[in-house]
């Protein structure tokens, strides 16, 4: 199994030293009008002056979409082979919903499929917010998903539970107390769960992002809206493709083995490896000029 090292909290508290990132900002000139570079300086506040009104026009919901898009596109400039990754990972895993064997319809396939099904929508949906610069949202998302792998997991071995997935007057055992019933040897990446649960609930890892001290030296300000972060997008990237590996590998199941399918699946698994290896030695190599220079 690939090694899953990445440090995102270091790469999230660096986002309050610019010196430590390796940051690119989209031009916005297109969005510039009577002075203003887009909504990212239009609604950046003082910190010192938060909750007074801002002097200029607050901007309308088809501010922030255009910016979205503009983030979008500096994205698909940027982080072009990132992007394809993500992009194919997760529509590989929508591929097999259209060629599965769903002859068995037992309460318990239809409960494993639906989890998969939902983990499909999530993680379309968190490529979708990374690609507009939503990246701490994009990664609150993923905790679901690693929820429902280790419910398919434990259906799998209890299948006569099924009905706790499928009634609304019930309600499935915690994850932990199914990682319990599962045994120590299965652990699918399971150090990203307390790091995934800090994105869920209320901390530091979804406040840090939105301040900065990138605009002026001597101010730090809280911003609104999206912006392109090269290290940022990268750690969505990182997470969104190892868990879409995760899921091909769990739906691979229903798939005929005559399938072109499954070297579609190995050449993708490939290419993730090869992506989560090559930040891993970033990563390291990072810290390592970090330590040198604290």
Same mark, same amino acid.
């Given at each position: 199994?690939?090694? /899953?090292?990445?440090?995102?909290? =270091?790469?999230?508290?660096?986002?309050? @030293?610019?010196?430590?990132?390796?940051?690119? =900002?989209?031009?916005?000139?297109?969005?510039?009008?009577?002075?203003?570079?887009?909504?990212?300086? /239009?609604?950046?506040?003082?910190?010192?002056?938060?909750?007074? =009104? @801002?002097?200029?026009?607050?901007? !309308?919901?088809?501010?922030?979409?255009?910016?979205?898009?503009?983030?979008?596109?500096?994205?698909?400039?940027?982080?072009?082979? &990132?992007? #394809?990754?993500? #992009?194919?990972?997760?529509?590989?895993?929508? *591929?097999?919903?259209?060629?599965?064997?769903? +002859?068995?319809?037992?309460?318990?396939?239809?409960?494993?499929?639906?989890?998969?099904?939902? @983990?499909?929508?999530?993680?379309? &949906?968190? /490529?979708?917010?990374?690609?507009?610069?939503?990246?701490? #949202?994009?990664?609150?998302?993923?905790?679901?998903?690693? %929820?429902?792998?280790?419910?398919?997991?434990?259906?799998?071995? =209890?299948?006569?539970?099924?009905?706790?997935?499928?009634?609304?007057?019930?309600?499935?055992?915690?994850?932990?107390?199914?990682?319990?019933?599962?045994?120590?040897?299965? *652990?699918?990446?399971?150090?990203?769960?307390?790091?995934?649960?800090?994105?869920?609930?209320?901390?530091?890892?979804?406040?840090?992002? #939105?301040? +900065?001290?990138?605009?002026?030296?001597?101010? !730090?300000?809280?911003?609104?809206?999206?912006?392109?972060?090269?290290?940022?997008?990268?750690?969505?990237?990182?997470?969104?493709?190892?868990?879409?590996?995760?899921?091909?590998? $769990? /739906? +691979?199941?229903?798939?005929?083995? !005559?399938?072109?399918?499954?070297?579609?699946?190995?050449?993708?698994?490939?290419?993730?490896?090869?992506?989560? %290896?090559?930040?891993?030695?970033?990563?390291?190599?990072?810290? $390592?000029?970090?330590?040198?220079?604290?």
């Amino acid at each position: 199994m690939v090694e /899953v090292i990445i440090d995102i909290p =270091r790469v999230i508290r660096n986002g309050l @030293n610019p010196s430590r990132t390796h940051s690119t =900002r989209p031009d916005l000139s297109g969005l510039a009008q009577g002075g203003r570079n887009g909504i990212w300086d /239009v609604m950046r506040l003082n910190i010192n002056n938060v909750g007074r =009104r @801002n002097e200029m026009t607050m901007n !309308t919901w088809e501010d922030f979409e255009r910016e979205a898009r503009t983030v979008e596109n500096a994205t698909l400039e940027q982080a072009p082979e &990132c992007v #394809q990754l993500i #992009q194919d990972a997760v529509g590989l895993f929508a *591929d097999a919903f259209a060629i599965l064997d769903n +002859s068995d319809t037992t309460h318990a396939t239809i409960a494993k499929m639906s989890l998969l099904s939902q @983990n499909f929508a999530t993680l379309k &949906c968190a /490529v979708d917010l990374a690609l507009r610069g939503y990246y701490t #949202q994009s990664m609150n998302l993923l905790r679901s998903v690693y %929820e429902n792998c280790i419910a398919f997991h434990y259906l799998s071995e =209890r299948p006569d539970e099924a009905y706790l997935w499928l009634s609304k007057n019930r309600r499935p055992p915690s994850h932990s107390a199914m990682l319990g019933k599962l045994g120590k040897n299965f *652990d699918p990446l399971g150090e990203w769960y307390s790091m995934l649960c800090r994105f869920a609930h209320t901390d530091a890892m979804g406040v840090l992002p #939105q301040i +900065s001290t990138d605009f002026s030296p001597n101010e !730090t300000t809280i911003h609104f809206g999206s912006t392109y972060k090269d290290d940022l997008f990268r750690v969505s990237a990182y997470t969104i493709s190892t868990w879409a590996g995760v899921m091909l590998s $769990d /739906v +691979s199941q229903w798939i005929l083995n !005559t399938s072109d399918w499954h070297e579609k699946m190995t050449k993708i698994e490939a290419r993730i490896i090869e992506f989560i %290896e090559q930040e891993n030695k970033k990563i390291k190599s990072e810290k $390592d000029n970090w330590s040198t220079s604290a």
